[in-house]
């Protein structure tokens, strides 16, 4: 990351495993998630250059060489489930628009250049690319959580994004042809209530049209007719000038008695005398007959064109009586005789359809009724595949939860039908009973922030298990988390890095302990200017780091620090304690 809002030069290197990220409150932790994001393909601006730099850049290199998009299972789309839909344009998408179809030799590299003033730009390996490329080709690779996106899960409509991740490309790709199918048929409703509008407002409307039409029809117009009506009036209106000057012209060139004619003909009669007496002269001599024959032509055609000069004042008022008609028409109907034309074409068009309203009219019903019968039958077998996918999701789900002391609550997924969307044919939504004897109820009305993180996590891990995204980013998963649960979400995240990367931003001591890398966030100055660092932190620096989390540098806040710590010594690989 280089000239990047307060950090002017930093490189991570993250390593298999969970990452943690840590630091004081506003020390710069979102700046990582940012500059992460900003390479990711999500929008940026100058705002985040460096002060008194000219760009920011960064870099980040992926190894590809084993990574590939799951055929299942939620490991279609980055940032769900909870956050951004599915994004349905991709399933069309090309086919090369994948991390195998820009690697080399393993390797992706992705570079954002964000420029204070001027030009922008991101590039996939070196190749120019645009942020829906970026995003697309890495969608299969980053699951990217931010700050508070577990509240998106207090949001019924994002429920049947995650349903649809989880169940896999194929829910995933019904889904598509379910949006497709509602467009087709929306556009087709739309067309005929256009059509069937009341009856004197279509006669009002056929007689207008009818009025448009033949007026522009009654015009004639000729393309380009005005350039050519335009260069005529010119000419017309200054025939006498023309007139007069080519005359004189003439006069000067070849009528007078010392006309140029007759002057370069007395020169080449002497040169012609002198090159008999030095041949040297010759070039010279055919020089000026060339220029002799080449002025002839000019006064030929000079004298064509004098004679031609029109005096016609009535031809002139034709002109100008048709350049008014199509001024007035330009007036009415466009800005041009191209475009009054074209109006022409649409309004003809617009006639027909009204002067058959009946035919069209059971045309358009008999497309409907196919159209409908169709997003029908789609919608249905995305229903089929949901109802397969709501029950193993439930209990992988439950499963989860169980390892997040939420071991007595109980979730469900509701699918109440209804008219075909382009969503689908059923409104989904999660439902959560917390505690052992309550209702099962929408997860606004029963989770809190706490659980509402857990939920979210245990989601996460649930579509990993599944062949989920290789790279997992959590940016502050313990929002409203304390104490024993901190544990078991520490626990859950180390699991999570077991099969995916995962970079966590974290303020839990117990998140930081259980790490297989863990990097400091510090704020520092330099030369006057603030500037953020990030270090990896090991040894006894991880044990003061942790110790800080809990409260401070005490002597029982350094032994707890131990205790946590200990808990992973054994089991974590290629870190240093």
């Not at 510090?522 to 932190?537: C, P």
Request: proline fraction near 4%; charge should be negative.
């Amino acid at each position: 990351i280089t000239d990047f809002a307060l950090v002017e030069q930093l490189t991570l290197m993250f390593g298999s495993g969970l990452n943690v990220l840590t630091g004081e409150t506003g020390a710069g932790k979102s700046i990582i998630i940012d500059a992460i994001g900003a390479v990711l393909g999500e929008r940026t601006g100058p705002e985040h250059v460096r002060s008194g730099a000219d760009r920011s850049r960064i870099d980040a290199t992926f190894e590809v060489e084993e990574a590939s998009p799951s055929q299942n299972h939620g490991a279609s789309t980055a940032n769900t489930p909870g956050g951004a839909a599915p994004d349905d344009t991709s399933e069309s998408a090309a086919p090369d628009l994948t991390p195998a179809g820009f690697a080399e030799d393993g390797l992706l590299l992705i570079t954002r250049d964000i420029a204070r003033g001027g030009r922008s730009g991101i590039r996939i390996n070196g190749r120019p690319a645009t942020l829906a490329m970026v995003r697309q080709v890495t969608a299969s690779l980053v699951d990217m959580h931010g700050q508070h996106e577990h509240q998106s899960l207090l949001n019924p409509e994002r429920h049947a994004d995650i349903l649809d991740a989880w169940a896999g490309r194929e829910a995933l790709d019904a889904r598509v042809r379910v949006r497709q199918a509602f467009q087709r048929w929306t556009s087709l409703q739309r067309e005929r209530a256009r059509l069937m509008t009341d009856e004197k407002a279509r006669n009002r409307r056929i007689d207008l049209l009818k009025y448009q039409v033949e007026e522009i029809a009654a015009a004639q117009l000729r393309r380009r007719e005005e350039d050519h009506l335009l260069s005529e009036r010119k000419r017309l209106a200054g025939a006498e000038k023309l007139f007069a000057n080519t005359a004189e012209a003439m006069a000067l060139l070849s009528e007078n008695d010392s006309s140029a004619v007759e002057i370069m003909g007395v020169a080449v009669s002497r040169l012609q005398d002198a090159v008999a007496i030095d041949p040297e002269l010759a070039p010279s001599l055919e020089a000026i007959q060339g220029a002799l024959f080449t002025l002839d032509e000019a006064v030929r055609d000079l004298s064509a064109y004098r004679d031609s000069v029109e005096f016609n004042p009535e031809r002139l008022a034709e002109v100008e009586d048709r350049l008014d008609l199509i001024r007035s028409l330009k007036r009415k109907y466009g800005d041009s005789v191209e475009e009054i034309l074209t109006h022409k074409g649409a309004a003809a068009r617009e006639l027909a359809e009204l002067e058959h309203v009946e035919e069209r009219s059971q045309e358009l019903d008999d497309a409907i009724s196919a159209a409908q019968a169709e997003l029908t039958a789609r919608a249905a077998t995305l229903t089929a595949l949901r109802r397969a996918a709501a029950p193993p999701l439930e209990t992988a789900l439950m499963r989860e939860l169980a390892d997040l002391a939420m071991e007595k609550s109980h979730f469900r997924v509701e699918m109440e039908p209804c008219p075909p969307l382009a969503t689908g044919a059923e409104r989904i939504e999660f439902l959560l009973s917390a505690n052992p004897g309550e209702p099962l109820k929408p997860l606004a009305k029963v989770a809190s922030g706490g659980e509402l993180s857990r939920i979210m996590l245990a989601l996460k891990s649930v579509v990993a298990k599944a062949g989920g995204v290789p790279v997992m980013i959590f940016d502050e998963i313990d929002v409203g988390v304390g104490g024993r649960t901190g544990s078991a979400l520490a626990a859950k995240l180390r699991a999570l890095g077991e099969i995916s990367q995962v970079l966590c931003v974290t303020h839990l001591p117990q998140i930081a302990a259980a790490a297989h890398r863990h990097f400091s966030i510090q704020k520092g100055e330099s030369d006057g200017r603030t500037l953020v660092r990030v270090a990896e932190v090991t040894g006894e620096d991880r044990v003061v780091e942790v110790a800080r989390m809990l409260g401070g540098g005490s002597d029982a806040a350094m032994t707890h620090a131990r205790e946590l710590l200990d808990q992973y010594r054994d089991t974590l690989v290629g870190a240093h304690v």
